[in-house]
């Protein structure tokens, strides 16, 4: 199946990688002790482990060329299943029904441990959601999504220190607040070219963090703030797993109401323009859409989101530190898009339980979780920049009255 | 004014180490027009391989000369096939992709780096062994320039030159600028593209893993995350001087060195970063095309 030359190929490639990974994976120093050690281990799987990887990359290309040799003639794209699944109401009811009843029963089934484990993950997928929004939707690459998930939670940390405020109230008020402040980097930034609004997203992101740890008068620096109260229910008094119990299920409700207006977003009218902005500005304009209000509209939306997961983040945990808003977190939450499918609910949503989940339950690999998270980027850019679940854009078809079925 | 001299002195060593990594930036971004994120990685590879390198040979006791040009060397080589590699790997597959794609791409290629090196190293700090002297001849003014700010502006003049030359004068140097001018065109004349594109990254690579060097001597640690905030710093240099411009990258760098070092000097040292991320944000949206860069146009 191999001929020679593939193989002379990949184990040049393996010498390669050997070589390159050299001085990092197999000499490790102590500058102190002064001593060298040699791990040739390393070298050996590096080794062979790139042999392996190259081979499979050259089967998939080569798989695909043949693939796209043979069926030129009909490279329509089909919906992933999962899409035409959902899109029947016949099948679409009872799911939705089995997956919200396993959901209420969740916490009653597991312990608080996983509850408060599922609780995180669903929290991601909301941010995800929100995200999804303004990365896949409307196509702006945002890098400092994390910034209003901080403001989120700073302004309740902070409401809730000096003014008592309750969580209820706070949680519009922080959403409002984040949403501002998306408007407000957002005027100025949006008319940039993609790559550069990335970097200015980042380097805002990096800001609002920079400054929450330095300006210790206002947010009481790298410390954080702590005690802060818990979501109450009409002023009962809840023990403490009642209060995880009641945490989870104001996510699972969030998550309902985030998939229903995210859904009902993007067969609107702004929904489509977002959709046409991200293929191409010039002839959205020509179209006459306001392209600086509509983006302006899809960069808020996202921050809303975010700084109502802030509030609910900082309510969760009870205190909040600048570590928690790190340039890593918004690359997990970009990461979760990229890899479910940007612009698709159920890929996004399918994306954060994969990648909040699989790290908590495999222990043994969370050290290598942000390697992973970075690869994934890589990866899933060259193989399959749709994500694991596609978003086909809905197409309107003639329907014949003799036929029965209908796209 | 000893004060003043100190701080001048420090924003323009800083500055020439900015000017190392933006000229990665720039030279990349000009010729494929992609914002090579991974870039500050190359630099901590860079840092990190000397610091191996270095410290190996002054276990074995080689004499410091000898441990700094094999130091320099190795960094150059490691972190240039590191740059080619990433660039096989993660940029040339998406050439004709989505311009949001190779980018998305390079965030991800990034933090893989980040994490290869925290797990195969450490995440402490390492101190980096003193590689330049204290000269003899610089004892007077030693409390205002240190030997390091010298030997680094001195090194960074001289790469600069070379550098110039290079692009001005030899062949290669004149099949990157017609790629950058145009690629398709390079193409129809007869310039392999792809091997201009691959040495773009080596001289980048190498430039960048140099700074890397020169400042993990200077401060006297390095660290995994090294790369993310210099590579961040050296990318506003870049778009401050206009990006794809290469006086401007130098420029820029000198003009962000010296901001960085006046503001910490005089304002507050708390806001250290801040300042360099604000300048970014403030360029970006009064004046996109940098000092020295030229509005782009598009045509429909």
Partial sequence: MFPVKELKRSLFVSIWFAFLTFPIMVIKVDPIERIVSWRWDNMIFVAIGSF??????????????????????????????????????????????????????????????????????????????????????AGLLDL???????????????????????????????????????????????RLRGDYLAIVTLGFGEIIRLVLENWNDFSQGPSGIANISRPGFFGIDMSFSASINYIYYLVVGLVVVTIFVVNRLQSSRLGRAWLALREDEIACQAMGIDKTKTKLIAFSLGAFWAGLVGVIFAAKTTFVNPASFTFLESAIILSIVVLGGMGSIVGVILGALTLILLPEYLRALSEYRMLAFGAILVIMMIFRPEGLISNVRRSYRFKKQTSSESE | MDYFIELLFGGLTRGSIYALIALGYTMVYGIIGLINFAHGEIYMIGAFTSFIVATVLSIYGFPLLAIVVIAALAAAVWSSAYGVTIEKIAYRPLRHAPRLSPLISAIGMSIFLQNYVLLAQTSDFLPFPALIPEFAFMEPVAHIVGSSDLVILITTTLVMFALTLLIKFTRIGKAMRATAQDRTMAMLVGINVDRVISATFVIGSALAALGGMLIASHIGQINFYIGFLAGIKAFTAAVLGGIGSIPGAVLGSLVLGLTESFATGYVSSDYEDVFAFSLLVLILIFKPSGLLGKAETKKV
Avoid: C, D
Avoid at chain 1, 80 to 108: G, K, Q
Avoid at chain 1, 163 to 188: D, H, K, N, T, Y
């Fill in chain 1, 144 to 190: 400092g999504y994390v910034a209003f998930y901080a403001v989120g939670a700073y302004s309740y940390a902070l409401l809730n220190m000096h003014f008592g405020l309750s969580f209820w109230l706070a949680m519009p008020i922080g959403g409002l607040l984040a949403a501002f402040v998306g408007v407000l980097l957002g005027f100025p930034v949006l």
């Fill in chain 1, 52 to 137: 392996v990887l190259s081979i499979l990359a050259k089967v998939y290309f080569v798989r695909k060329e043949r693939r796209a040799g043979s069926k030129k003639a009909q490279t329509v794209l089909t919906e992933p299943y999962v899409h035409r699944i959902l899109r029947e109401p016949r099948f679409l009811y009872p799911l939705s029904l089995a997956v919200l009843t396993f959901a209420i029963l969740f916490p009653h089934l597991f312990s608080a441990y996983q509850t408060n484990i599922m609780t995180t993950a669903l929290m991601y997928v909301v941010l995800g959601l929100g995200l999804n929004i303004v990365v896949g939707v």
